[in-house]
């Protein structure tokens, strides 16, 4: 078949769209001055790096990929535990947090994004195998399943909390939830723990605002780890710390109203809007015709890869993308929810649209994937008696 | 591996329905962005925007001071003087009584310079203020109602005696003073209470006392201060006066420069803008709709330019300038035929970087303004001024003759005086008989260079009377050339403007034997340093320049910051002509600074013992030259006198050119040597001997008092 059939183009022109929205977006963010840099070319940059890599990720077939993904994932574990042991010039402390390299010369990385990538690999890998080699479906085999999840999941999770950093242990957990949900374990054990799981998150909460001396107490949360959450449900009142960002990004939004006040009209002054708070300013500017086209461009590419998965005759890259569904979807959803006071704060990036080098790098890797699942999927194609389109 | 995958592949039936959940709560969350979204921007948007209404955002960009420039070590050349001063900025509804209080406070805190600034109406209005209650009592009430307020104050004022007011001490004259200019200010625009000599403490002190002072403010402001006075002040160049040049307007705009910017408009100062304009603060003001500022955020912080780490040695450009003022100044004054002289103008440079060391040009003034010397630095015409000169660039004519093959290493040409038909008999300045490539450079023939040319232009022998032929395209060979060695291009240096040079068009065969001895074309000191850099350096053309290092500012007073980036050795191009040759033209050169017939040997090496140790090499030149005078008469009894070299011959790490237009021709020497020889002895000594003082005691840091101990005169 030829490369013209065998190309996704649909995937093609979504990430299309995102590329425009993000130039946009990010053109929006930096007319306040707050640096004297031109993101939108260094973006634009940044694509046309991943857009090469992505071209050497076809080379590779999916079965390919699980091959090297245990060495992948060992790889990112050793980067991550680096980061703990390296010196200062190396792996400096920003923002409270160690979570970069500085590569001289190159500028800096951020080891957790691409650990994302290797973890769903390695989940991908890990349910995989089970289902192929188990006997049958019964409740031992899949409490079996779950702990070798689970075992896979903790040492990252582990050494992202040593940072710490809390939203990408956030993603983390969403990866885990939704390769869980489609590893075939059973719905009687699924519901339980997920059930279990957000009643200890919202518990988390209630305690934090009704009694935070026992958290302190059993968990050593300090309370001023518990600003985020104050400053989520009452802005106002912790306005000059915590709740500053957010009463500016709602403000921002809001005043945005229907049809946004157009490119550059921006009145709010929002620190660090080209990264994690580049959607205040589409809102602002683009107001909420633009949020919603921006919505429905991330719903569209969710649609598409829920089709990826659905097709792929090869379970491992059905897994992956579903892997990689739950992260650029967790990862929308939490950041848009925290603009708009759904959500509390924690610092992450929305996909393909914010700047920055790491991230969007690891999402283009995560999207070269699900190409490569398009791209290989012909060999399998007859076995299944269906013609794709 | 197909069967594998075949398995695989059964064992996910699940995946349909499971995926299709999966989708389903995707679609919950999105929409329940969108749902929030809803409520946020359409259901309270409105709000949103009244709470941003209410207050408006101002964004300004505060100015920061421009970076220093400093010599090769590290001595200060151009300063920032810090400006501080004292503003009011009164609020609305400010009464007389407000200010008094103001006034004695800050009369705590600053001096206020009083005499010759008070008037007696101010005294009275003072009285007026500290006695109100009795002051309004001596006037007539009933009187008093039917006048307007503006005229009862004027009585009340006109019954306050002489004598009441004239015994105030000076601590209260002060406060008037102050209270004086407090009165000046208009709501809400700041008034500049003290501006002039306010010192550091002044300043401090006001600025920690602000919130018992309302409305005062201390802000600080900055003008360009030269420690080293004139010595480089032609290159270092100037800033504008609180505005942007209007020609360029649109281009600083467009670089985040506001109108009122001051920037570099010449010399380094406008080549290095960008590195020394610094980053602006970014401030956004918050303003309610009383114009209160609630809220003041930094976008950005600012940061004062970087600093320009020159290559000059101000302590050897000041010897420089001594030497050139001094003896243009004797050559201008010994004689009437140097009436139209005005120009000495000298380059020194490391060959091996191309780091300018000293650049110097005098001008004297024969009808000097009130304000102005005799004698002013003009050391920017080493770039701009361009002048014929002479047989000093033939080192470059023997190069091309050898490199082209007209002439060879061995070959000797009878030196007699040429007659060619069409042009005036062609000589050197005395019949020297034979000589080869190396006599020839020693001692300044001009007819082998005349024999280069000649060949050149396809007339292999030479015919006493005969017309000379001129092959299409000589001259473009003889530039391409030139060109290599910086002689009639841009030398490329790091500096706003640079002369090219003049080259002259269509030139007949005449002209072209002219071009060879230095006569045709012209070139600028600078032009004639790289060319002389660029045999001293073995053929290596390098880039001259005036910036060494960009250092960050620094966090202490005194010292510098670290290296941001450095001016790294650019060699531009190298020669096309053989190893062989170039070592022949340096044998040369240093058989004119040495040999027993060289034109400067007199010079360096004289009768009387006085004989220098650092073996120099290099060429005179004079050049005839004629002057448009200002009558509109074309005078020509001139002479360009030049002289370029280096020094040690074998290590070379200096290297000059000198030149002085318009001398007289045929002057009386009196047993001395011409001022182009008497400059090039002096400066190179000068090099040398600071070298060796240096090696003594080390470098002297501070070089800002007057150091003219060294010079020797003559």
Same mark, same amino acid.
């Given at each position: ?73 060992? !790889? =990112?574990?050793?980067?991550?535990? =680096?980061?703990?042991?390296?010196? *200062? ?6 923002? =409270? ?16 994004e691409f650990m994302k990538i290797f973890l769903i690999l390695m989940l991908s890998k890990v349910v995989t195998d089970h289902n192929y080699r188990r006997k049958t479906a019964d409740m031992k085999s899949d409490v079996l399943l779950l702990g070798k999840m689970v075992l896979v999941v903790i040492p990252p999770l582990f050494l992202i909390m040593l940072q710490p950093d809390l939203g990408t242990a956030l993603v983390f957990l969403a990866i885990l939830a939704g390769t869980t949900l489609v590893s075939g374990v059973a719905w ?71 049809? =946004? ?15 994690? !708070? ?19 461009? !991330? ?13 792929? *005759? ?20 939490? *950041? ?54 | ?31 329940? #962005? ?47 003087? $810090? #400006? ?83 015994? /105030? ?9 102050? +209270? ?22 002044? @300043?401090?002190?006001? &600025? ?24 480089? $002040? $032609? ?31 010449? &010399?380094?100062?406008?080549? @290095? ?63 009437? +035929? ?18 300018? #060391? ?24 080493? #770039? ?138 012209? /070139? ?41 980036? $450095? ?27 040495? &040999? ?30 004629? +002057? ?41 020497? &009196? ?44």
């Amino acid at each position: 078949m030829k490369f013209e059939q065998r190309f996704d183009w649909r995937l093609f022109f979504i990430m299309i769209a995102l590329v425009v929205i993000s130039c946009f977006a990010i053109y929006s963010a930096q007319q306040s001055g707050q640096y004297n840099v031109n993101f939108m070319v260094q973006q634009l940059i940044w694509y046309g790096l991943g857009s090469v890599m992505i071209g050497f990720m076809l080379l590779l077939d999916p079965e390919s990929y699980k091959k090297v993904s245990l060495y992948l994932y060992i !790889f =990112g574990i050793i980067l991550l535990a =680096g980061l703990m042991v390296a010196p *200062n010039e190396l792996a400096p402390l920003r923002n =409270g947090s160690r979570s970069w390299y500085i590569i001289p010369g190159l500028g800096s990385i951020q080891p957790s994004e691409f650990m994302k990538i290797f973890l769903i690999l390695m989940l991908s890998k890990v349910v995989t195998d089970h289902n192929y080699r188990r006997k049958t479906a019964d409740m031992k085999s899949d409490v079996l399943l779950l702990g070798k999840m689970v075992l896979v999941v903790i040492p990252p999770l582990f050494l992202i909390m040593l940072q710490p950093d809390l939203g990408t242990a956030l993603v983390f957990l969403a990866i885990l939830a939704g390769t869980t949900l489609v590893s075939g374990v059973a719905w009687r054990l699924i519901i339980p723990i997920y059930g279990a799981a957000s009643f200890l998150g919202v518990s988390l909460v209630w305690l934090a605002l009704q009694a935070p001396q026992l958290l302190d107490k059993y968990l050593n949360v300090q309370e001023y780890q518990l600003g985020r959450i104050y400053a989520w449900l009452q802005p106002f009142k912790y306005e000059s710390s915590d709740g500053y960002h957010l009463i500016k990004s709602m403000r921002a939004i809001g005043s945005g109203q229907m049809y =946004g006040k157009g490119v550059g009209g921006s009145e709010v002054y929002l620190p660090e809007s080209h990264t994690d !708070f580049i959607f205040s300013v589409i809102g602002e500017e683009y107001g909420f015709i633009g949020s919603c086209v921006v919505i429905m461009t !991330f719903f569209i590419l969710m649609y598409h890869l829920i089709q990826i998965a659905h097709r792929a *005759n090869y379970a491992f890259s059905s897994y992956v993308v579903v892997g990689i569904l739950s992260m650029i979807g967790f990862h929308v959803f939490q *950041n848009i929810g925290m603009t708009v006071q759904l959500l509390p704060i924690t610092g992450i990036p929305l996909p393909f649209i914010s700047y920055g080098g790491s991230a969007l790098l690891a999402n283009l890797i995560a999207i070269g994937l699900v190409f490569a699942v398009h791209f290989h999927q012909k060999t399998f194609m007859f076995n299944e008696g269906r013609l794709d389109e | 591996m197909g069967n594998k995958k075949n398995n695989e592949r059964k064992k996910k039936t699940h995946l349909p329905f499971r995926l299709n959940v999966l989708f389903f709560i995707i679609f919950l969350l999105f929409a329940s #962005l969108i749902l929030q979204l809803g409520v946020v921007q359409i259901l309270n948007g409105e709000e949103a925007q009244e709470e941003i209404d209410k207050t408006e955002n101002q964004t300004t960009a505060l100015p920061v001071p421009r970076g220093k420039m400093y010599d090769r070590y590290g001595r200060l050349l151009v300063d920032n003087q $810090s #400006l501080y001063s004292i503003t009011y900025t009164p609020p609305k509804g400010v009464q007389a009584e407000d200010r008094l209080d103001l006034a004695k406070k800050l009369s705590q805190y600053i001096d206020k310079e009083f005499e010759d600034e008070l008037r007696l109406r101010d005294l009275k209005e003072y009285f007026y203020l500290e006695n109100q209650k009795e002051v309004q009592n001596r006037i007539d009430q009933e009187e008093a109602e039917d006048l307007e307020p503006g005229e009862v104050y004027q009585l009340e004022l006109d019954s306050i005696k002489e004598s009441e007011v004239n015994d /105030y001490d000076n601590q209260t004259k002060e406060v008037i003073a102050i +209270k004086k200019e407090l009165d000046k200010a208009y709501a809400l625009s700041p008034q500049i209470v003290k501006n002039e000599n306010v010192t550091q403490k002044e @300043y401090a002190v006001v &600025g920690e006392h602000l919130n018992e002072l309302p409305g005062i403010d201390v802000t600080s402001d900055w003008k360009r201060e030269y420690p080293m006075g004139d010595t480089l $002040s $032609s290159f270092l160049g100037g800033i504008t006066d609180r505005s942007i040049p209007r020609s360029k307007m649109e281009y600083y705009l467009s670089l985040g420069y506001s109108r009122s910017d001051r920037v570099g408009n010449s &010399g380094l100062e406008e080549e @290095y803008e960008d590195v020394l304009r610094g980053t602006k603060e970014k401030v956004q003001y918050t303003t309610d709709s009383d114009n209160n500022i609630v809220d003041t955020e930094v976008i950005r912080e600012g940061e004062r330019g970087d600093d320009l780490v020159l290559t000059f040695d101000s302590e050897l450009q000041k010897r420089v300038n001594e030497i050139v003022r001094t003896e243009l100044t004797k050559e201008v004054q010994r004689s009437y +035929k140097n009436r139209h002289m005005e120009d000495a103008l000298v380059v020194m440079s490391d060959p091996q970087t191309g780091e300018i #060391l000293a650049a110097s040009g005098m001008h004297y003034n024969r009808d000097p303004d009130e304000d102005e010397q005799r004698v002013s630095n003009v050391s920017h015409k080493v #770039l701009y001024d361009q002048y014929p000169p002479g047989s000093a660039i033939k080192g470059a004519s023997v190069l091309t003759g050898l490199h082209t093959g007209v002439v060879s290493p061995g070959e000797y040409i009878y030196d007699r005086p040429l007659n060619i038909k069409g042009t005036e008999t062609k000589s050197s300045y005395s019949q020297l008989g034979s000589v080869n490539a190396l006599s020839a450079l020693e001692r300044s023939s001009n007819v082998y260079m005349f024999f280069i040319a000649m060949r050149m232009m396809g007339n292999p022998t030479f015919q006493e009377n005969a017309p000379l032929s001129l092959e299409p395209g000589t001259f473009q060979r003889m530039l391409k050339h030139f060109h290599q060695f910086g002689l009639g291009v841009e030398t490329g240096i790091d500096y706003p403007y640079e002369a090219p040079g003049v080259q002259g068009s269509n030139p007949g065969p005449g002209n072209l034997m002219d071009f060879m001895i230095g006569q045709y074309s012209s /070139y600028t000191p600078m032009q004639l340093n790289q060319y002389v850099t660029t045999i001293a350096n073995d053929g290596y053309r390098v880039r001259p320049h005036f910036m060494k290092e960009v250092r960050q500012p620094s966090k202490g007073d005194k010292k510098l910051g670290p290296v941001n980036s $450095s001016f790294n050795t650019d060699v531009m191009n190298r020669v096309v002509m053989s190893n062989q040759y170039i070592d022949l033209v340096q044998n040369g050169f240093r058989q004119a600074f040495q &040999g027993s017939q060289g034109t400067a040997t007199s010079t360096f090496y004289p009768t009387n013992g006085e004989n220098v140790s650092y073996s120099p090499a290099g060429k005179t030149g004079t050049a005839e030259a004629s +002057k448009l005078l200002d009558n509109g008469e074309l005078f020509t009894e001139l002479e360009n006198l030049t002289l370029v070299g280096y020094a040690p011959h074998d290590d070379p790490e200096v290297a000059f050119s000198v030149m002085v237009p318009y001398v007289g021709k045929d002057l009386p020497m &009196g047993g001395d040597k011409a001022i182009n020889l008497r400059i090039g002895r002096q400066i190179l000594d000068a090099y040398f001997e600071l070298k060796e003082e240096r090696e003594e005691s080390g470098v002297d840091s501070d070089v800002t008092g007057s150091n003219n101990a060294n010079n020797e005169d003559g």
